[in-house]
């Protein structure tokens, strides 16, 4: 089987992408619950929430680095593999992600220095604040690149021009490439799932523990934090769910139509797939359980209201049925794992029981892989559902390659870009590995008292007699 350079380089950027998001969700979520952990610190002054907010920073440290060395490869292939694509979008594309640079990349990684290095050198009150600084630089960050994406999948605010013998997209009205149909909806959902995979990592490490009976302490009350973050992002998860299928609905109806199965346009309440196999040959989806009308209604609240199929729409300009399908599904099916594991833990903490639960707990530690799992299904579904546009309505994916780079050349490329990701991941497990394993730095309040005074003690048990004879 041989691949032309256009669907190489597609390969060849699915993979980068899905290494770099191995770490970027993760950093949002993670330094959510840093805040929270460390905020209960400063309010309650004891020292497992500063020896567990000192080891979910280490953890954070590493998992950063990987993200920044990760996703600089992104931005040359935007040069070398699709350069067609670069100058039709720079000028959008650009803005972004300078905006990113400035307003986002500064602001965490300038904190960074004080969250991780400034335990012992700064205020509490300034190492929160550093904590809270990261946190939101990280979530800025999401915003600008989910703006970007988002503008791909439904532009606005620009016009088009001729530059140097091409169509190139120039910005008319910024706030509304910020503020673009999806842009509010994709980002909503996006930063929910990665508190969602940042809450179960934590849970997963947490449990281990508890299951392990170290930290005992600790990775109850960081697990506790982590459950309610998990609890309220699952719920709120499902709300946004609805809210990015309704708005896919009215701005990408093929993607929706690809999503639920729907080959044909219903004359009546379009049915919604519970699971099945779609058959882009026959057109219908096998093996298929379906609620008659629940599509319709989910979309125009109304049961009887037809919803588009996809043979409204030209055989070339459809996405790829299969694949959406299975990967939007299996991600709606994890998110609904999440709501009610989520919610049987809660129940069982409120009446105190839950960690006496083992069987439980050894679902929390693997449930971080179902976590990865569904963000990363998650962009499966929203960008091969986009196919096969790469800017909705305006650029086609085959168009958007770069003319000089030849198939071979991207192959290769891949082929390194296998081993080098291999060993980075490598390496990236084998260190958050032995942190985990290693655990938290137990500081005692007697190593936190002024250096006279701990002086002053240790002499005053020194003179004590060690027995009543010698008394």
Not at 246 to 264: I, N
Not at 370 to 395: H, I, K, S, T
């Amino acid at each position: 089987m041989s691949f032309d350079a256009v669907t190489l380089s597609r390969i060849q950027f699915a993979l980068t992408v899905a290494f770099h998001y191995l770490f970027v969700p993760l950093s949002i979520g993670l330094g959510l619950i840093m805040v929270f952990v460390e905020g209960m610190y400063l309010k309650t002054g004891l020292k497992v929430y500063e020896n567990m907010a000192r080891f979910w920073t280490r953890l954070f440290a590493v998992t950063f680095a990987m993200g920044v060395a990760s996703g600089i490869v992104m931005e040359f292939q935007f040069g070398t593999n699709w350069a067609t694509y670069s100058r039709f979008v720079g000028d959008v594309f650009g803005s972004a992600l300078a905006a990113e640079g400035i307003f986002a990349f500064f602001l965490e990684s300038g904190f960074l220095a004080v969250l991780v290095f400034g335990w012992d050198r700064v205020s509490p009150r300034v190492h929160f604040f550093s904590t809270v600084m990261v946190c939101l630089g990280s979530i800025f960050s999401a915003v600008w690149i989910i703006v970007a994406n988002s503008w791909q999948q439904t532009p606005a605010g620009f016009h088009i021009v001729e530059f140097m013998g091409q169509q190139r997209a120039e910005i008319t009205d910024f706030w509304a490439v910020v503020f673009n149909p999806s842009s509010v909806n994709r980002l909503t959902h996006t930063v929910l799932g990665a508190f969602i995979l940042g809450a179960f990592f934590v849970m997963s490490v947490c449990a281990y523990y508890i299951l392990k009976g170290r930290h005992l302490d600790g990775a109850k009350r960081s697990f506790t934090i982590a459950l309610a973050v998990a609890t309220v992002a699952s719920l709120l998860q499902l709300v946004s769910g609805h809210a990015s299928a309704r708005q896919v609905a009215f701005t990408q109806p093929a993607k929706l139509a690809a999503f639920e199965g729907l080959f044909k346009t219903p004359e009546g309440g379009a049915p919604l797939y519970l699971f099945g196999h779609p058959d882009p040959i026959e057109e219908k989806v096998k093996y298929g359980v379906a609620v008659p009308g629940m599509l319709s209604f989910l979309v125009h609240f109304d049961w009887k209201k037809p919803v588009d199929g996809l043979d409204k729409f030209k055989p070339e300009d459809r996405p790829p049925v299969a694949i959406t399908f299975h990967s939007y599904h299996a991600m709606v099916a994890l998110g609904m794992f999440f709501i009610g594991i989520t919610l049987l833990a809660s129940f069982l903490r409120v009446r105190g029981t839950l960690f006496q639960h083992r069987w439980l707990l050894w679902i929390f530690v693997f449930a971080i892989l179902a976590a990865y799992a569904a963000n990363q299904l998650g962009w499966v579904a929203a960008e091969v559902g986009r196919q096969p546009w790469v800017v909705y309505g305006l650029l086609r994916t085959t168009d958007s390659v770069s003319k000089a780079v030849s198939a071979t050349e991207v192959a290769l490329s891949i082929g390194m870009f296998l081993v080098i990701y291999a060993l980075l991941l490598l390496v990236w497990l084998y260190v958050m590995n032995d942190k985990i394993q290693h655990g938290p730095d137990e500081i005692q309040e007697e190593h936190q008292s002024g250096g006279k005074e701990s002086l002053l003690n240790v002499a005053a048990e020194l003179k004590k007699p060690a027995s009543l004879e010698e008394a």
